[in-house]
């Protein structure tokens, strides 16, 4: 209908494509799964975007770390929040989430469907892009960058790990209020040096109270080179 064609359209511009964020497909002798990881939201006129909600348009789930592992051959090493991807803003965007797989089954097939590599969610009025995705396999020393959508074989012992795309940010950043850029330094969502890059708030880290004078400058300085 039209109003799914609406909503699709809109979803896209503020968070990530419709309707696979990613999704990540093992066969092995055992059977197979299929597991979407789940979206974040822009940020909006009035409010953030909202870090790790289900996308509103399918059913997407949060699938325990422990439902994972107890029915299928992996084990997750990483699950968590990326600091200092969500685009700046006024209100800035959801965080990138991140997950790391290892595969227990002796070979298996992963396919991958991810976006937001090339074409980062945009911000708006004034606010800054998102971060791109990255498909990464055996991180470390040796590790392959793997493209936004492949098949390919994995074995015993393979690491595969997705970083999801960081959702944009509205309105200027600069003019966001410096108590939530602090509270998301204290939450550990962004760095003390990001916030002090990308939204001029300079913070006392032995204190972890906003400096007023330095903010001012800062931004002063950022209004004129703008």
């Keep these: 209908t039209q109003a799914v064609i609406h909503t699709i359209d809109q979803y896209s511009k503020y968070s990530f494509d ?18 979407p990881m ?46 200092d991807t969500g685009g700046p803003g006024k209100f800035r965007g959801g965080l990138a989430l991140e997950r790391q797989y290892r595969f227990l089954e002796a070979e298996g097939v992963l396919q991958l469907r991810t976006d937001r ?43 595969y790990r997705h970083e999801l795309a960081g959702a944009s940010g ?24 990001y916030a002090r890059r990308e939204y001029g708030v300079a913070i006392d880290e032995r204190t972890w109270k906003v400096v007023p004078e330095e903010t001012a400058r800062l931004r002063a300085v950022a209004q004129i080179s703008c």
């Design 170 to 193: 509205w309105g200027n950043p600069f003019a966001r209020d410096p108590e939530r850029v602090l509270r998301d330094v204290m939450e550990e969502k962004i760095s003390p040096a």
């Design 18 to 35: 419709y309707p696979y964020p990613v999704a990540i497909s093992v066969n092995g002798p055992v059977g197979g799964m299929e597991y």
């Design 117 to 159: 590599r090339n074409h980062v969610p945009y911000g708006l009025a004034g606010g800054r892009p998102g971060t791109p995705s990255r498909n990464v396999l055996n991180p470390g020393a040796e590790e392959r960058e793997l493209p936004a959508k492949c098949t390919l074989t994995v074995r015993s012992g393979d690491v």
């Design 38 to 83: 789940i979206a974040f939201n822009g940020g909006r006129p009035t409010k953030d975007g909202v870090d790790a909600c289900s996308s509103s348009v399918v059913n997407f789930s949060n699938n325990p770390v422990e439902i994972i592992e107890a029915e299928y051959p992996l084990m997750i090493e990483r699950y968590g929040y990326l600091p």
